[in-house]
């Protein structure tokens, strides 16, 4: 297993200094500037601006430069938030989005799992169609809409909850809320379709033929391998969530990383987009690496190659 980790590690580095070399260049090809926009700055104050943050300088020169400086720990200097390194705004703006994504997480595994289970567990019955109409539901409707609904009956109509940033407790209870729809729909219809399929498998009907009980051979023997494909959704869904959530962010006003990358995206912050882009990458590259790992531990018949 160490042998496997190391090698998907040197892999997940090679993919992230791909990500970076085709962020970069695709986002200098793209024409304009983050000093373009800005009416108030002269042109020759511009043209000093380049000079200053090196972008008057050849786009190989100044991508060399930037992984140079990306090697030691270096991310450059935000150009539209002057004065603040891009190292600084991520570490002060990721927790919040880390802690808001792992509990929506959290929420949507402790209700999706149990959710899916008992839709298996009563297929074809009423419960199964309750679940499976809610499921539905979830999916198809998009986060800012729901978003809005649970800004306007919590938060102005009943005023139940606090609706901007999150200074208090209950005021994680919307975005989460908002935030845990969809991956907790999919995870209950993801967790009944695995489950149908392993209740259907042959040593599955040998435990019944033995007389096992039905609640035995749910959470004893087919559980175990029917949470398998949840795993494998959970993890690039973590690290989605944490940089992802920018329309929660930004509907209840929250200080997360996601209204960063928005921002920095309509401003042409260059060096905040790569910082963003990489992160990203490297979660979604470490949740796989980590999903992998956790097939071993659930599953001791995987064999990792």
């Not at 986002?27 to 304009?32: A, K, Q």
């Not at 149990?114 to 019955?125: E, F, I, Q, S, T």
């Not at 809320?177 to 489950?195: D, G, K, N």
């Not at 997360?256 to 992160?279: C, H, K, P, W």
Request: contains cysteine; hydrophobic residues 50%; proline residues 5%.
């Amino acid at each position: 297993m160490v042998k496997y980790i190391i090698k998907r590690v040197i892999i997940g580095l090679i993919s992230v200094f791909v990500v970076a070399t085709l962020t970069f260049f695709l986002m200098n090809m793209v024409p304009g500037g983050p000093f373009v926009s800005d009416k108030a700055v002269s042109p020759a104050a511009q043209k000093a601006l380049e000079a200053k943050f090196g972008m008057d300088k050849p786009l190989l020169q100044q991508y060399t430069t930037y992984m140079s400086d990306l090697l030691h720990g270096d991310m450059g200097p935000s150009l539209r938030q002057r004065g603040r390194d891009v190292v600084d705004i991520i570490t002060s703006k990721f927790p919040v989005s880390c802690r808001l994504a792992g509990i929506a997480v959290a929420v949507a595994l402790v209700v999706g799992v149990p959710l899916g289970c008992v839709a298996a567990y009563n297929r074809g019955k009423w419960a199964d169609n309750i679940i499976i109409v809610f499921a539905t539901c979830g999916i198809a409707i998009p986060s800012f809409i729901s978003s809005v609904l649970l800004l306007y009956t919590f938060g102005m109509n009943l005023k139940l909850l606090p609706t901007v940033g999150l200074n208090e407790a209950a005021a994680y209870v919307m975005p989460v809320t908002a935030l845990a729809i969809y991956p907790t729909a999919y995870i209950t219809r993801l967790m009944r379709s695995s489950l149908l399929d392993v209740m259907g498998q042959d040593y599955i009907r040998t435990a019944k033929a033995k007389g096992v009980s039905n609640f035995k051979i749910l959470f004893k023997h087919a559980l175990r391998n029917a949470v398998l494909p949840v795993i494998t959704y959970v993890g690039p869904m973590l690290a989605s969530l944490m940089t992802g959530s920018f329309v929660i962010e930004k509907i209840f006003t929250i200080p997360g990383l996601g209204r960063e990358f928005v921002s920095a995206i309509t401003n042409r912050d260059y060096m905040m987009i790569m910082g963003t882009t990489i992160v990203l990458a490297t979660l979604v590259i470490a949740a796989n690496v980590i999903v992998d790992v956790l097939y071993k531990v659930i599953d001791p018949r995987i064999k990792l190659n």
